[in-house]
């Protein structure tokens, strides 16, 4: 038996629960996508370019205040632009506390590679909330994806939805978890414009990678009720 399942979007099973139309369910799951969730490319795009713009302008020579107010700005017109095109502030406004709060630390310490450290601490929380919700058998991509769905929490009556998504939030703790195996002895070892550079490679690419390693996962050509009537007995 295949352990994926349809791909976001696609019609529920028969059987599962579909939100009334009208409904806050309904409603949400027309506007909720997993990419939205964790900030899709932009949301990357956004989190990245400030920390590479810190990064070279430090590395280059330039005094970390030069460096700092490089990040910030840039940081600044994520978020203005966002609200210009009247999109969802939450990512750019995040990614502005971010890099104001290591900005502060950075200039604080004198120590530019503590620039990054909201960054580390960020990915550490969400890597142990992936992975502990996997262990505890409520892996995050479900509800997630349950919702975006229309099946609530229906999938976790049937062990292959349960066992993929599982298996695809393993992945998105595993991206975490990567990220933090590289930055983190550059962090310990201050090495700042390395933290930055590391901090590109790890962001859109491997967020693309793990995106497609989700679809993967959990797409299903096959409608579950179709296995189900051809399973023995």
């Known amino acids: 038996m295949s352990d994926a399942v349809n791909a976001p979007g696609e019609n529920p099973e028969p059987g599962g629960s579909a939100p009334e139309p009208g409904s806050f369910a309904a409603a949400f799951a027309e506007q909720f996508s997993l990419e939205e969730a964790i900030g899709g490319p932009r949301g990357m795009i956004e989190a990245v370019v400030p920390m590479t713009l810190f990064s070279f302008a430090f590395g280059l020579g330039a005094s970390m205040r030069t460096a700092v107010i490089a990040a910030l700005a840039s940081s600044v017109v994520f978020a203005v632009a966002r609200l210009v095109s009247r999109q969802p502030l939450t990512h750019a406004l995040s990614g502005v506390l971010g890099i104001a709060l290591g900005a502060y630390l950075a200039m604080r310490t004198g120590r530019a590679e503590n620039f990054v450290l909201p960054s580390l601490v960020k990915n550490s929380a969400q890597g142990a909330a992936f992975a502990l919700s996997a ?99």
């Open 135 to 233: 262990l505890v058998r409520w892996p995050i991509l479900g509800l997630i994806l349950g919702m975006v769905r229309g099946e609530g929490v229906t999938w976790r009556r049937d062990p292959s939805r349960l066992r993929a998504y599982s298996r695809a939030t393993w992945v998105w703790a595993g991206m975490f978890g990567v990220r933090l195996a590289v930055q983190v002895p550059l962090w310990m070892a201050g090495a700042a414009a390395a933290l930055g550079f590391a901090n590109v490679v790890l962001g859109l690419p491997l967020f693309g990678l793990v995106m497609w390693l989700t679809w993967a996962i959990v797409r299903d050509p096959e409608p579950l009720a179709v296995r189900r009537d051809a399973s023995p007995g």
